[in-house]
C-alpha cells in the first residue's frame, strides 16, 4: 500500500493523481522543461524568403526599479494570449523581452538608498556612482525577469535586451549621430519644464497637470514717474523679483495713456517698460466697454485678470514668447533647486531688499514676498483661485519653468512628426491629406498604423499635429551619456574658416567641414550671446570608426573640447526598442547576442503588435513611430492595442513611483 502523498507531491505512478493541485511544486517542472526544450525560441526567416508568417511582440521593457506589478502582470498576461495563439498557429513567432534603464526613476531610488545610510550622489565619483546604480539594476533586472518565467510568459528569453546593454548602446549612438550630422538634433538656451527635486529638465509629455488649491494675489508696481501705480494679478508673486516688463492689450483705453512709461518694480527697484502685447486678457469690464463678443466677455480669465501682465521670461513659458516679441532681458532668479539664487542669471535689480530673499525657497519666498507687499500697502487683494499646475511624473512636485542649455530633438520637422500622421491608418486620421506636404516621398508603412480602440488614434493624431521639439538631455549620471564634445573659443583665436562657419551660424548650431569630419565626426558651430564661439563634435559609435575611438577623443580632449555631462532621455533609446532589440544597425557587430544577423531585423520589423497603456501614447509610441519611420523608413509595428489601467482603490493608476502597488507575487 502507497504511503500517502503531501499536498503537490508528483504522482508515484502515470495512473495516480495528488488530491489537490499545487502550483508551487509543478510550475518549476513545466518552466524547466519549456527553456530546455526553448518551446518559445523564434528563428528568422531565411535570407530572401517570405515572413508573412513572422508574428512579432516587442515586449514594452519595465524599468529596473523595483519588482513587477498587477500592472505589468495584466498587460504581459494580454501579450501571451496573442503570441500562444499565432505560436499555435504555426506562425513563425517572437516574443522580445527586457527591461529599461529608466534613468531619472532608478536614479532616484538609488539616491533614496544612499541617503538612508547616510550618504549622497555627490560622495562619489561619477563612475562609483553608476556602480551602485548597475548593482541595484541587476538585483531588480533578475527579479523582473524571473517574475516574468513565474507568470508563464512565453517570451524568448535567450534574446532579452536591456536598454543600456552593448546592443542597445550602439543603436543610441547611431542614431543620435544620424540625428545630429542631418541637423535634427540641436542644443538651445530656452525655457524647459524642470524638476527642481531630481534637478533635471523634463518633456513637455512628462508633465502632470493637476488642479491645486491656490491664490491671485493682486499686487500694486508704482509708476516710475510717480505718478500712481499698475495693479498685477499673479498665482506666482515670487517670481516677480525677474520681472522684466509690464504689459497692457493695445486694445485696453489705458494702453495710450501708457505709451512710453515706465514701471519701477518694488523689492529690485528695477525700471521695465510697459510694453502693448495681444496676448495679455482684457478684464471683463473693459471687454464689454469695447463690445467686444461673449467669447471675451465670458473668458474665465477676465474676471480674475486687471488687464497688466508682470512679464517674467525666465520663469514662465508664456511670458517667455512676449519677451522673444519685444526683445526683453531675461532674469533667472531661481537654482535648480528651486530656491531664490543670484547665481544664475540674476545680476540687475540685487538690491538690499532683494538679498533678503536669497536662498529662501520658492515657497517660503512667495510668503515672504506677499507679507512684503502687505506691510507696505502695495497688496491690493487675495482671491482663492485653484489652477491647474505641471507637476513631475516621477517626483510628482511642481515643475518650475526654467532657463536653461539643453539638447532637442527637431521632431517638428516633417521627417518626424509628418512622417508619423502619414503612418496613420486614413480611416482613423480622418483627413487623408493630414501631414502630408507636397514633396514628401512615399514611404512603406504610409497610412498602415492602426489603434485599437479606435479612439486613441485621435490622441496620436493631436499629439503630432501640435508637437513641439522633444527636450533629449537629462542632468543626471545614469544613462546614455551625450555623445557630443565642444569647447568655446574667442573669435580672435578661432581658425579662420570656423569664424566665418559661426559668423553664417549665428545662434543656430550649423555644420562646417574640419579635420574632425574628416575623421568620421560630425562638426558643427554657432555663435554665443557674448561674441564666443562654440564648436560640437559628436562621436559616432565606436565600430564605425574603425577602432580609432579612443584616438579621437584623445585628440579632442587634448584640444580643449570636453564631453556633455548630460545622458539622453529615458525615452530616446525606448523610441529605437524596435530596432535596437534587433540589432540595427549593424547586427554583424554582435554576433554572439545576434548570430541570424540581418535576418532577424529582416524578420521582426515591422513587428505586428504593441501592446501598451494610453498614457505613454506621446511619451513612447510616436516616438518609436517617428524613429523607426526616419531610419528604416518602416513602421515599428502595424497594430497598437491600448488596453484599460489597473488602478488603486482611489482610482489613480499603479506605479512604483507612488507606492500604490501590489506586486505580482503579493
Not at 502523498?5 to 522543461?33: C, D, F, H, I, M
Not at 492602426?450 to 503630432?464: E, G, L, V
Not at 497603456?613 to 517617428?626: C, D, K, P, Q
Request: hydrophobic share 40%; aromatic share 8%; charged share 25%.
Amino acid at each position: 500500500m502507497e504511503e500517502p502523498r503531501t499536498q503537490g507531491e508528483a504522482p508515484t505512478s502515470a495512473g495516480t493523481l495528488a488530491k489537490s493541485y499545487s502550483p508551487a511544486a509543478s510550475e518549476p517542472e513545466v518552466r524547466e522543461a519549456w527553456a530546455r526544450y526553448r518551446d518559445f525560441h523564434a528563428e528568422p526567416a531565411e535570407a530572401g524568403a517570405s515572413v508573412e508568417d513572422a508574428f512579432a511582440v516587442l515586449i514594452p521593457p519595465p524599468n529596473v526599479t523595483a519588482a513587477l506589478h498587477l500592472g505589468h502582470a495584466f498587460n504581459n498576461t494580454l501579450q501571451d494570449v496573442l503570441v500562444r495563439y499565432h505560436r499555435m498557429k504555426g506562425d513563425r513567432t517572437l516574443w522580445m523581452p527586457g527591461t529599461d534603464h529608466a534613468g531619472i526613476a532608478t536614479q532616484t531610488v538609488v539616491e533614496k538608498r544612499l541617503l538612508r545610510q547616510g550618504k549622497r550622489r555627490t560622495d562619489f565619483s561619477r563612475s562609483a556612482f553608476i556602480e551602485q546604480v548597475q548593482a541595484w539594476k541587476d538585483e531588480y533586472e533578475t527579479t523582473i525577469l524571473g517574475q516574468l518565467s513565474e507568470m508563464g510568459c512565453s517570451c524568448d528569453f535567450d534574446r532579452t535586451r536591456f536598454t543600456m546593454d552593448p546592443v542597445c548602446a550602439d543603436a543610441v549612438r547611431e542614431a543620435f549621430f544620424r540625428l545630429f550630422d542631418d541637423g535634427l538634433v540641436y542644443r538651445g538656451k530656452r525655457l524647459v519644464n524642470w524638476d527642481p527635486a531630481t534637478r533635471t529638465a523634463l518633456a513637455d509629455d512628462e508633465v502632470e497637470m493637476r488642479d491645486v488649491p491656490g491664490h491671485m494675489w493682486y499686487l500694486r508696481y508704482p509708476l516710475a514717474d510717480g505718478d500712481g501705480f499698475v495693479t498685477v494679478a499673479t498665482t506666482r508673486p515670487e517670481t516677480m523679483l525677474g520681472d522684466t516688463a509690464i504689459a497692457i492689450n493695445p486694445r485696453d483705453p489705458r494702453a495710450a495713456g501708457l505709451r512710453g512709461r515706465s514701471v519701477r518694480v518694488p523689492i529690485t527697484d528695477r525700471l521695465v517698460p510697459i510694453v502693448e502685447d495681444d496676448y495679455v486678457v482684457l478684464p471683463t469690464a473693459v471687454a464689454e466697454e469695447l463690445g467686444l463678443g461673449p467669447e471675451a466677455i465670458n473668458d474665465p480669465k477676465a474676471a480674475l485678470a486687471t488687464g497688466f501682465l508682470k512679464v517674467t521670461p525666465a520663469h514662465d513659458p508664456n511670458d517667455w514668447e512676449i519677451g522673444l516679441r519685444h526683445e526683453l532681458p531675461v532674469v533667472n532668479v531661481m537654482a535648480p533647486d528651486g530656491s531664490i539664487s543670484t547665481e544664475h542669471g540674476w545680476s540687475d535689480g540685487v538690491t538690499e531688499e532683494a538679498r533678503g530673499f536669497v536662498g529662501m525657497s520658492r515657497e517660503d519666498a512667495r510668503t515672504a514676498i506677499v507679507a512684503w507687499f502687505e506691510a507696505r500697502g502695495l497688496l491690493e487683494s487675495v482671491r482663492d483661485h485653484d489652477h491647474a499646475v505641471g507637476h513631475s511624473y516621477r517626483s510628482h512636485v511642481p515643475i518650475e519653468p526654467y532657463l536653461s542649455d539643453q539638447w532637442y530633438v527637431r521632431v517638428t520637422d516633417d521627417r518626424l512628426a509628418g512622417s508619423a500622421l502619414r503612418s496613420m491608418d486614413p480611416d482613423q486620421r480622418g483627413d487623408e491629406d493630414a501631414g502630408a506636404t507636397a514633396d514628401a516621398p512615399a514611404m512603406s508603412g504610409d497610412g498602415g498604423l492602426r489603434f485599437f480602440p479606435d479612439r486613441y488614434a485621435k490622441t496620436f493624431r493631436n499629439w503630432h499635429e501640435n508637437i513641439r521639439d522633444w527636450c533629449i538631455s537629462r542632468q543626471l549620471w545614469w544613462g546614455h551619456r551625450i555623445p557630443v564634445w565642444s569647447r568655446v573659443v574667442a573669435a580672435e583665436e578661432a581658425d579662420a574658416a570656423i569664424l566665418e562657419a559661426a559668423r553664417d551660424a549665428g545662434d543656430e548650431m550649423l555644420a562646417t567641414e574640419s579635420d574632425w569630419t574628416a575623421r568620421g565626426c560630425a562638426h558643427r558651430v554657432r555663435m554665443l550671446g557674448d561674441g564666443t564661439i562654440e564648436e560640437t563634435v559628436c562621436v559616432p559609435r565606436p565600430a564605425t570608426l574603425g577602432g580609432h575611438a579612443d584616438a579621437v577623443v584623445n585628440a579632442l580632449e587634448a584640444d580643449g573640447f570636453e564631453q556633455d555631462p548630460d545622458v539622453l532621455d529615458t525615452w530616446f533609446s525606448s523610441a529605437l526598442w524596435p530596432l535596437s532589440t534587433l540589432g540595427w544597425p549593424e547586427p554583424a557587430a554582435h554576433a554572439d547576442a545576434i548570430p541570424e544577423g540581418d535576418r532577424l531585423l529582416e524578420t521582426f520589423n515591422p513587428s505586428s503588435v504593441l501592446c501598451t497603456a494610453r498614457e505613454i501614447i506621446t511619451l513612447w509610441v510616436s516616438r518609436m513611430v517617428m524613429f523607426n519611420r526616419y531610419f528604416e523608413a518602416e513602421l515599428p509595428f502595424r497594430h497598437v492595442f491600448i488596453h484599460a489601467m489597473i488602478q488603486d482603490g482611489h482610482g489613480q493608476k499603479m506605479s512604483k513611483s507612488l507606492g500604490n502597488v501590489k506586486t505580482v507575487r503579493e
